[in-house]
């Protein structure tokens, strides 16, 4: 029997926590909560979730600080930003601070617990994997979900990681970025948010290329998508 996967909801409508901790619960997953930005913090620390659902208006520390403050301390734990749907710039600037998703609020349930499916880190698909040498000195350990770059260990985020594993996985081959949210992010519908593949893919390569404007690795093959330079 696998163990229970957490999952720290921090948000201060007490009315969307409790509905989302029952679903979850009935989804099997344990909960933790917070009902401002420095309790989920704290939560996030002490209790080591598996994934956070993340509000982006909190009293006393807003979520994108939270999310900003855990990924410096190299903390890699998926987050999703929940935001209200007027709030566009803060879907690119959630993604931009190291969260692997948003969703609007309102939001479903059927959706969000399939956006928790999705970004939970998937650790049985990964055992017994080992360390792949890439290219460009980019060395990739799918059972510890470290990236390393001339020896160096680059800190990703899942989503990240995800995204870089899929496409050395395949060099040269070109994925669409609709391709890439049914791939990499397992959706089965995309509207808008294609553009998180673009942010993704920007996040990225400013941590494994030598130039971020001049990619070596991830590469654009211009109107059809993104590949993997196998050189
Ligand atoms: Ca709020």
């Known amino acids: 029997m696998e163990e229970k996967k957490t999952v720290l909801i921090v948000e201060d409508e007490k009315s969307?926590?409790?509905?989302?901790?029952?679903?979850?619960?009935?989804?099997?997953?344990?909960?933790?909560?917070?009902?401002?930005?420095?309790?989920?913090l704290a939560a996030a620390r002490e209790g080591k979730p598996d994934l956070i659902l993340l509000d982006v208006m909190l009293p006393k520390m807003i979520g994108f600080d939270v999310c900003r403050i855990l990924r410096g301390e190299g903390d890699n734990v998926p987050v999703?930003?929940?935001?209200?749907?007027?709030?566009?710039?803060?879907?690119?600037?959630?993604?931009?601070?190291?969260?692997?998703?948003?969703?609007?609020k309102p939001f479903s349930m059927r959706e969000l617990m399939a956006r928790v499916k999705a970004n939970i880190r998937r650790t049985a698909m990964q055992q017994g994997s080992a360390a792949v040498p890439t290219a460009g000195g980019l060395t990739i350990d799918p059972e510890n979900y470290q990236v390393s770059k001339h020896g160096k260990p680059i800190a990703l985020t899942q989503r990240e990681y995800e995204l870089l594993s899929f496409?050395?996985?395949h060099p040269g081959k070109v994925y669409s970025r609709i391709d890439l949210m049914e791939q990499v992010w397992n959706y089965d519908y995309v509207g808008d948010d294609v553009r998180t593949v673009d942010v993704t893919v920007r996040r990225l390569r400013e941590k494994i290329e030598d130039d971020p404007a001049n990619p070596a690795l991830i590469l654009t093959r211009r109107g059809v998508g993104y590949y993997f330079s196998g050189q």
């Open 16 to 40: 969307i926590v409790d509905i989302v901790r029952f679903n979850l619960e009935k989804e099997g997953y344990a909960v933790l909560t917070a009902y401002d930005g420095e309790a989920g």
């Open 167 to 169: 496409l050395a996985g």
């Open 80 to 104: 999703i930003i929940l935001t209200a749907r007027e709030e566009e710039a803060d879907k690119v600037l959630g993604l931009e601070i190291g969260a692997d998703d948003y969703i609007t």
